[in-house]
């Protein structure tokens, strides 16, 4: 069965599961994966307990869906993808994610990094959300090293991880309210790649 959107196209119904995943997002990415229990999750989606976990068998599972799903909406089609489009040269779209921090930051919504905030709220490192979380950080330093070879850099495993250090540092930064942690750490970053020797601006 399908229903009709707005612009007159065809869609499928949302499924329960679809609708569970759409609260977790909402509601993980807003107020962090301790504080909303999976009452509050069925409640936001509007289904019955048992399709919650017909679908993930426990708290843990969904928030690894959600950590999942922040990657692609975060990660690649919103950093990787917009860094690309803002800048020529690699190291021009290296500096570009600073330049989106600087309008993420702005924004009244700012909800931080999921990836971090999950980690920091689970201490086991045998978690699976704790795995889950350090997993995705990492992939966020492999599109650091693949820029910072293009780039030319001789050593792409220590760049990345100082790279990632401004990024996530800024982002904490912005957290205590500085909103223009951004354009401290891209300055900062312009001197990593002269340092590197790399030309930047």
């Not at 997002?25 to 919650?52: C, P, Q, W």
């Not at 780039?151 to 790279?163: I, S, T």
């Not at 250090?165 to 951004?182: R, Y």
């Not at 750490?185 to 030309?199: D, F, K, M, N, P």
């Amino acid at each position: 069965m399908t229903t009709t959107s707005g612009d007159g196209s065809q869609r499928s119904p949302e499924s329960g599961g679809d609708r569970i995943r759409r609260a977790a997002y909402e509601l993980f990415s807003r107020n962090g994966v301790r504080d909303v229990g999976v009452d509050a999750v069925i409640a936001h989606a509007g289904t019955a307990k048992m399709t919650l976990y017909r679908t993930f068998p426990s708290k843990d599972d969904l928030i690894v869906d959600f950590l999942r799903r922040r990657e692609q909406l975060w990660t690649e089609e919103w950093l990787q993808r917009e860094s690309r489009l803002r800048g020529e040269r690699p190291q021009d779209q290296l500096l570009a994610i600073f330049d989106l921090f600087s309008e993420w930051f702005a924004r009244p919504d700012f909800e931080g990094c999921a990836f971090l905030t999950t980690m920091m709220t689970v201490n086991d490192p045998a978690s699976p959300v704790r795995r889950a979380s350090v997993e995705h950080l990492a992939n966020i330093r492999g599109y650091l090293r693949q820029l910072a070879e293009e780039a030319g850099v001789a050593d792409v495993d220590r760049f990345a991880r100082q790279w990632h250090v401004l990024m996530k540092g800024s982002i904490m930064a912005a957290h205590e309210g500085d909103t223009a942690a951004a354009s401290a750490a891209r300055e900062l970053g312009v001197l990593l790649l002269r340092s590197h020797g790399i030309a930047a601006d």
